[in-house]
Nanobody, 114 residues
Framework: VQLLESGGGLVQPGGSLRLSCASS????????MSWYRQAPGKGRELVAR????????TYADSVKGRFTMSRNNAKDTVYLEMISLRAEDAAVYFC????????WGQGTQVTVSS
């Protein structure tokens, strides 16, 4: 049972990245999925959440209009499309499933710097 994030990296301000989170070992389509992020010295914050069928999405105010979360239940994967990235978006990004008390991936680093 695991979540595996990928797609992080170094990007210039204003740039874009697409994160992926592949799941295995549980019935992915039954779970609301979330993306969180944690910057150095700060707590983990919710970035986006998506319903089981992908029809209900919520976003943190700080990313609305710039980030889009989606999912592909046939591939057991969620995505986070990020555009117009800012320095304050730099963090380790984690995906999360509310399974067995909470299942986290290992995270993927996003660095925004010129």
């Amino acid at each position: 049972v695991q979540l595996l994030e990928s797609g992080g990296g170094l990007v210039q301000p204003g740039g874009s990245l697409r994160l992926s989170c592949a799941s295995s070992g549980f019935t992915f389509r039954n779970y609301v999925m979330s993306w969180y992020r944690q910057a150095p010295g700060k707590g983990r914050e919710l970035v986006a959440r998506i319903g089981t069928s992908g029809g209900r999405r919520t976003y943190a105010d700080s990313v609305k209009g710039r980030f889009t979360m989606s999912r592909n239940n046939a591939k057991d994967t969620v995505y986070l499309e990020m555009i117009s990235l800012r320095a304050e978006d730099a963090a380790v990004y984690f995906c999360y499933a509310p399974r067995l008390g909470g299942l986290w991936g290992q995270g993927t680093q996003v660095t925004v710097s010129s």
